[in-house]
């Protein structure tokens, strides 16, 4: 059996149960935590989805915003069994970004490890550098990096 020691922890779930804002609840999405970054050539976003189901993720892009959304059921535990202590939130959870003309939106990839949720978004070809030839009126050619 588990035993609990923090008299208020009781309270707050307890407020959270009557006012639907705290685990157990169903109703409104609850943000998910990520990392942001640029490696090399590509941008690496990275999602904590700890419990989730791979199948109950949902990514979509339309136009330049890219939504992620997951859901975490509750685990069958069976007729007889009752239930202790509920801390973990379940639900729908979601997350938008808002991505620039510079990401590759076509060829993103995802991959699902130890409840995170990892997407490599390539930058496209548009928005890496390039050089750029200046003629001149003598055809002397100079390279100019753009």
Request: glycine share 6%; hydrophobic share 40%; no cysteine.
């Amino acid at each position: 059996m588990l035993m609990r020691t923090d008299p208020f922890r009781e309270l707050d779930r307890l407020t959270q149960q009557a006012f639907g804002t705290g685990p157990g609840t169903w109703s409104r999405p609850t943000a998910m935590p990520m990392d942001a970054y640029r490696s090399g050539e590509q941008f690496v976003v990275s999602f904590d989805l700890p419990g989730v189901d791979p199948d109950a993720i949902e990514i979509d892009v339309e136009r330049n915003v890219l939504t992620v959304k997951a859901e975490r059921r509750p685990v069958s535990a069976g007729e007889h069994v009752e239930m202790q202590v509920a801390e973990r939130p379940l639900g729908v959870f979601s997350r938008q970004l808002f991505l620039g003309d510079t990401l590759d939106m076509e060829h993103i990839a995802a991959s699902y490890e130890s409840g995170v949720l990892t997407l490599r978004i390539p930058i496209a070809e548009k928005a890496k550098p390039r050089k750029i030839a200046i003629t001149s009126a003598g055809d002397d050619r100079k390279t100019i990096d753009a």
